[in-house]
Nanobody
């Protein structure tokens, strides 16, 4: 079992920045990829960014150049640095980890609201 605790969401004006953090505990030896998804009201959950054990990253087109994902393996923590935020980035952001056997664990979600 892997437990995930997220922090860092909140309300910010358009053009502002936020940093999300997600700390994993439990069977962290089994973690492979870590990432962030988001879900806006009335929309499906979508991948925002992911980072592999080896540091390879993948971003949604809508956030490329604005968001940066990073991880600290010693702390079992993944971060999402969000710059130049737009109202359309408003959503609940969920931390996700995939284990070596491709099992998914999810965080509880943290609200990000960007005002125009």
């Amino acid at each position: 079992q892997v437990q995930l605790v997220e922090s860092g969401g909140g309300l910010v004006q358009a053009g502002g920045s936020l940093r999300l953090s997600c700390a994993a505990s439990g069977s962290t030896f089994s973690i492979n990829a870590m990432g962030w998804y988001r879900q806006a009201p009335g929309k499906q959950r979508e991948l925002v960014a992911a980072i592999s054990n080896g540091g390879n990253t993948n971003y949604a087109d809508s956030v490329k150049g604005r968001f940066t994902i990073s991880r600290d393996n010693a702390k079992n923590t993944v971060y999402l640095h969000m710059n130049s935020l737009k109202p359309e980035d408003t959503a609940v952001y969920y931390c996700n980890v995939k284990t070596l056997i491709q099992y998914d664990y999810w965080g509880q979600g943290t609200q990000v609201t960007v005002s125009s």
